[in-house]
């Protein structure tokens, strides 16, 4: 382990153009803002291209458009995705300066004995696989997960402490006041590459399975319910859920705190903005808002309590409508 | 443990009527759209009598009503209440086809000696039973739960992986611009036949205990705040608040996300839509809303920020009104 | 354990005038409605007074204001903040009554070699302490809590159980339809006298640290994202989500289910009603509110699909503004 990385050991490793000296010392990864003369920094958009002047770092990655202007103060790295490469030396960090516990089954996790895992696998502490479940080569499950009897997890997924993978869906039928209880007979089938927050929980089917397929991120807190399936490559932020049988297209963004109904279509590539609520399916991409606006708390009081009678305004702007046309 | 059962073995079991050969072998419970042709579904409601022909199950549940159509296409079991007799099946089918492991306490579990478990009583790896708690007859407890200090659990009960019972209610006091900590000294109360889905948190009462009456169903990543009560067979989908001291009837329903303020008293029989939130007592009967509705985000952006205007824009109908009249 | 005290025993450890016979024997704390004639109650504010007379508590705890009603039934300590008095008997209550257990390191938590506990920390039963993670005297960490490698804890911090302290930020790079991961190298640094509640997240910051100040208080299932800041004092209560980059002040208050968008900034003093969305900065002191009423749902329905024709209406309104002056 050394204590950092020159930065054309960095250009040899991941590519992009070197402008400077490549004997630049890298200690750390840093943002523009608090990077000190020993980090290395990236440009993520045009806009910040005021900071390159400065900031302390002591280099940059920057697009093409901001070659001069970044080669003028020191050394750069050039690429045409600075944010990409900076995902991938963030990788590369990780390997190199700060590299994870090696892959290993916890002494104190349990796992069922009629449980498969593939080579690579890492469980952490106290984490429990139940009869029956599969993990997929290099999966990461974290402390204090639980995976369910006969659940699928695919390869190279991340499971971050507390998620539970195959609790029952949430299945009653109402009878004489009280609630019959629905065996969930099903199981949970995770794809892979999918990473999933601290604390999340996906349900396990009524009958079929509940569905994630590959490279789906989900955030921590997210409650995804019985017989859902997510389509490849969707990302859900924090504190969404998504209610039992709903079926999310691929390439989807759901924000933080959104709701989606259940028995609900979303298209591919639709995105639904932080906090909103689908109750309706939603056939065509695009994004799509339902947030009552911030204000400050008199207005929001005064306007609220319009938006009560807000169908009888809508009446009474028809009358005036009808008695203006004689 | 038979590879699958015949359909007179289940209406020997459950009841209803058999049309067509009891000899059909049933293999697996499935949706009418995925069923195979061993496949036993059931249609829940008269609007899916079209999936009767294009099924490919082997079998139906089906009600009065629809008797001669299914009996058409062959064997079928006639119930007045389809979707009831489904859920007993599953509860069948989980006994005689794919048993839950025999109720033990885990080896891996932490029961304080002063707890006290009733027979059968299922204590899942790695949860947490702490001194003085109280567990009623035939209860499964996850893995990973915490059930603390005094917390009294009913008969019958689920707690799902990852459940805490009896943290420390959030209350504090204001002072010179700290928080001073009210130490929480009462408890947990949950009754018989309750479920609590993954993560869901039930804090212990500040003097008095927090109740869960008999029936109550939570789905996962629920908050039950201190002193709550909430009455017999109400049920809570997932990521559902409930704040402190409040007071939540029997038979209602609160829908996923939404949230119930602070000392505030639904009465019997209130429906919460999902994502809603409850700002005032209700004292009747009924389903309730409060979600803006979703929008392409144009439409929205426009429609939020007309929103904010309002009051004024009453107020300007109100002036066009009053010119109107001389 | 004595099974009580005497009420002159109180005022001795916690202040307060006495009034009537410092004999009265306290068996309990109990709000004002529930206390019996052995209970110790406290009456918050003068719109409570009415129950001084109806209540069977034993003594009453009451502001100057009210002492004469008070002694005119019983036994009572005035002091000039009864609530603060109040939460300050709970914690003396629970040293002398309802102690909790000694500090100790549970034997089933599993603690890595490098990881550093200051003294009298209190480590629950299976709680994981991941390499090189501090954490400062008296605190106490419950039963499943994950504490990450490398993240900081204060003194006479609470972690309920289920907290996961840094589990990875929710960052990752678009490229051809996927997401590429940025490894999350950064920690979790939280102050001083900070409590958490159950199943809460801090994920640790990409590059910086996520920090949490002094004193702050969080309640169950509480997001908050990597690189977050909160300032000192700050309390949110359950269900709450701040997504990455935000930035809350100190002394602010957030409500229970509400949001805070990314890379906002909220200033010192502000207070956010429970379930609204902040979607912008804000850099006044103030209560902010953003809720939907909540109403029955035939006329939620109405105003929910008049508000989305809104825009238009203000159209409308101007068009009839227009016309009227000639």
Same mark, same amino acid.
């Given at each position: 382990?050394?204590?950092?990385?020159?930065?054309?050991?960095?250009?040899?490793?991941?590519?992009?153009?070197?402008?400077?000296?490549?004997?630049?010392?890298?200690?750390?990864?840093?943002?523009?803002?608090?990077?000190?003369?020993?980090?290395?920094?990236?440009?993520?958009?045009?806009?910040?291209?005021?900071?390159?002047?400065?900031?302390?770092?002591?280099?940059?990655?920057?697009?093409?458009?901001?070659?001069?202007?970044?080669?003028?103060?020191?050394?750069?790295?050039?690429?045409?995705?600075?944010?990409?490469?900076?995902?991938?030396?963030?990788?590369?960090?990780?390997?190199?300066?700060?590299?994870?516990?090696?892959?290993?089954?916890?002494?104190?996790?349990?796992?069922?004995?009629?449980?498969?895992?593939?080579?690579?696998?890492?469980?952490?502490?106290?984490?429990?696989?139940?009869?029956?479940?599969?993990?997929?080569?290099?999966? +990461? /499950? =974290?402390?204090?997960? %639980? @995976? !369910?009897? $006969?659940? #699928?997890?695919?390869?190279?997924?991340?499971?971050?402490? *507390? &998620?539970?993978?195959?609790?029952?869906?949430?299945?009653?039928?109402?009878?004489?006041?009280?609630?019959?209880?629905?065996?969930?007979?099903?199981?949970?089938?995770?794809?892979?590459?999918?990473?999933?927050?601290?604390?999340?929980?996906?349900?396990?089917?009524?009958?079929?399975?509940?569905?994630?397929?590959?490279?789906?991120?989900?955030?921590?807190?997210?409650?995804?319910?019985?017989?859902?399936?997510?389509?490849?490559?969707?990302?859900?932020?924090?504190?969404?859920?998504?209610?039992?049988?709903? +079926? /999310? =297209?691929?390439?989807? %963004? @759901? !924000?933080? $705190?959104? #709701?989606?109904?259940?028995?609900?279509?979303?298209?591919? *590539? &639709?995105?639904?903005?932080?906090?909103?609520?689908?109750?309706?399916?939603?056939?065509?991409?695009?994004?799509?808002?339902?947030?009552?606006?911030?204000?400050?708390?008199?207005?929001?009081?005064?306007?609220?309590?319009?938006?009560?009678?807000?169908?009888?305004?809508?009446?009474?702007?028809?009358?005036?409508?009808?008695?203006?046309?004689?």
């Amino acid at each position: 382990m050394t204590p950092g990385a020159r930065l054309d050991a960095i250009v040899a490793a991941l590519g992009g153009e070197l402008t400077g000296s490549g004997e630049t010392l890298i200690a750390r990864l840093a943002p523009l803002e608090s990077a000190d003369h020993n980090a290395l920094a990236f440009v993520a958009h045009v806009r910040y291209a005021a900071q390159i002047e400065t900031t302390h770092a002591a280099a940059l990655i920057v697009s093409p458009a901001l070659r001069e202007r970044a080669a003028a103060r020191g050394p750069c790295i050039v690429s045409d995705n600075p944010y990409l490469y900076f995902a991938r030396l963030t990788q590369w960090w990780r390997v190199h300066h700060d590299p994870l516990p090696p892959a290993t089954v916890h002494p104190s996790a349990w796992v069922d004995p009629s449980a498969e895992l593939a080579p690579g696998v890492s469980i952490g502490p106290f984490a429990v696989v139940e009869a029956g479940a599969r993990i997929g080569f290099g999966s +990461r /499950i =974290g402390a204090h997960v %639980t @995976v !369910g009897r $006969g659940c #699928v997890i695919g390869q190279r997924c991340i499971l971050h402490p *507390g &998620v539970v993978i195959g609790a029952d869906g949430f299945g009653f039928a109402p009878h004489d006041g009280q609630w019959i209880k629905i065996e969930q007979l099903g199981a949970v089938r995770i794809g892979d590459d999918v990473e999933i927050g601290a604390n999340s929980c996906v349900d396990r089917g009524a009958l079929d399975d509940t569905v994630i397929e590959d490279g789906v991120k989900l955030d921590n807190l997210v409650q995804i319910g019985h017989n859902v399936h997510i389509g490849a490559h969707t990302a859900m932020a924090g504190c969404a859920g998504v209610a039992g049988s709903a +079926r /999310i =297209g691929r390439g989807c %963004t @759901v !924000g933080g $705190g959104a #709701v989606v109904l259940g028995h609900l279509s979303l298209a591919d *590539g &639709v995105h639904i903005s932080a906090a909103s609520v689908v109750m309706r399916s939603i056939h065509q991409p695009g994004q799509y808002s339902g947030v009552f606006p911030l204000d400050d708390n008199v207005s929001w009081e005064k306007n609220a309590a319009t938006l009560r009678q807000l169908h009888r305004l809508r009446e009474r702007i028809k009358t005036l409508e009808k008695n203006e046309r004689p």
